[in-house]
């Protein structure tokens, strides 16, 4: 029976690949560069997350227009967004998290930002 993997030849080329480049990198430099790059990627995975959100708690392309995003920034993030998840931020699930801006904006006046337009 076929997996996921198909029968596994990118995922075993790509083993192959971490394993002979795992071989030739020095451990003094695999861990300054892995020292030099772990904030980067924390970094894009906030972005990302907030990103997502916003969408979410705004109500997208033209809610975040209307939050003061520029346009080419809200384009630039969403290309972003698909390019490293694969999915657009408005069908993208995260699993273990569920957005309810309807609760989020009725919840309290202390919350950060203008709420939507209605």
């Known amino acids: 029976m076929e997996s996921p993997e198909g029968q596994g030849i990118a995922k075993k080329a790509w083993k192959a690949y971490v394993k002979a480049v795992d071989r030739r990198t020095p451990p003094f430099v695999k861990s300054r560069v892995q020292t030099a790059l772990e904030p980067l990627g924390s970094q894009l995975v906030e972005d990302l997350i907030g990103f997502w959100v916003m969408w979410h708690l705004y109500g997208g392309f033209e809610g975040l227009q209307d939050f003061g995003m520029h346009k080419s920034t809200i384009w630039r993030k969403v290309a972003r ?9 408005d069908v993208f ?14 919840s309290g006046v202390t919350k950060v930002g203008r709420p939507p337009k209605k």
């Open 93 to 106: 699930v995260m699993p273990g998290i569920a957005i309810d801006p309807k609760a989020y904006w009725a």
């Open 81 to 89: 967004f698909r390019r490293i998840t694969g999915e657009h931020p």
